[in-house]
Nanobody, 126 residues
């Protein structure tokens, strides 16, 4: 059974930092892309960042580029999202997801991701 378990969310002041973790288990994710998405109250879920499980391009949403860094530790089967210079508008539930990489799929489309975690709340106060 595939499981993606996020952790590391919480309450932080604007300008602060948080590191989210996504522990993956239940299958080999070689050939997969791991994505981070977020959903704020009343808004649609949006792409944040994506990293291939092995090699390839790393992608970021424009709103987080330069502030967030996605990384992975293959030995621990864990993907991270380091979030710096947090803003109130970063407040959302953050989700980890996995997508089989293919030429037909896009890293930013949430509906094209196969596996999802339960989400972790990030709240940034001003």
């Amino acid at each position: 059974q595939v499981q993606l378990v996020e952790s590391g969310g919480g309450l932080v002041l604007a300008g602060g930092s948080l590191r989210l973790s996504c522990a993956a288990s239940g299958r080999s994710f070689s050939g997969y892309r791991m994505g981070w998405f977020r959903q704020a109250p009343g808004k649609e879920r949006e792409f944040v960042a994506a990293i291939p499980w092995t090699f390839g391009s790393i992608n970021y949403a424009g709103s987080v580029k330069g502030r967030f860094t996605v990384s992975r530790d293959n030995a621990k089967n864990t993907v991270y999202l380091q979030m710096n210079s947090l803003k109130p508008e970063d407040t959302a539930v953050y989700y980890c997801a996995a997508q089989k990489i293919s030429a037909l799929q896009s890293f930013y489309r949430d509906r094209e991701y196969e596996y999802w975690g339960q989400g972790t709340q990030v709240t940034v106060s001003s």
